[in-house]
Nanobody, 123 residues
């Protein structure tokens, strides 16, 4: 049984930083693309960042480029999202998700999902 467990969300002031973690268990191996999605109220879920299994390809949403950094530790089956210079527009529930092979931006193409962690940025 595959499980993805996110942690690290919370309340932070604008300009602050948070680091999200997602620990995966039950995956057959580490050859999975790992992604971070977010969903704000009344908005569609969007891919914020994703990384292939070996880090050979990394995707960032334009609005987070230069502020967010995704990384992974395959030995720990964990993916991280370092978020700096946060703004109120980053407020959302952040979800970890995984799929085989290449990065895709469509949520429906991801096989497994975590339960989500709330990130709230106050102005």
């Amino acid at each position: 049984q595959v499980q993805l467990v996110e942690s690290g969300g919370g309340l932070v002031q604008a300009g602050g930083s948070l680091r999200l973690s997602c620990a995966a268990s039950g995956l057959a191996d580490s050859s999975y693309t790992m992604g971070w999605f977010r969903q704000a109220p009344e908005k569609e879920r969007e891919l914020v960042a994703a990384i292939t299994w070996n880090g050979g390809f990394i995707y960032y949403l334009d609005s987070v480029k230069g502020r967010f950094t995704i990384s992974r530790d395959n030995a720990k089956n964990t993916v991280y999202l370092q978020m700096n210079s946060l703004t109120p527009e980053d407020t959302a529930v952040y979800y970890c998700a995984t799929r085989r092979l290449a990065v895709r931006t469509t949520p429906g193409l991801y096989e497994y999902w975590g339960q989500g962690t709330q990130v709230t940025v106050s102005s």
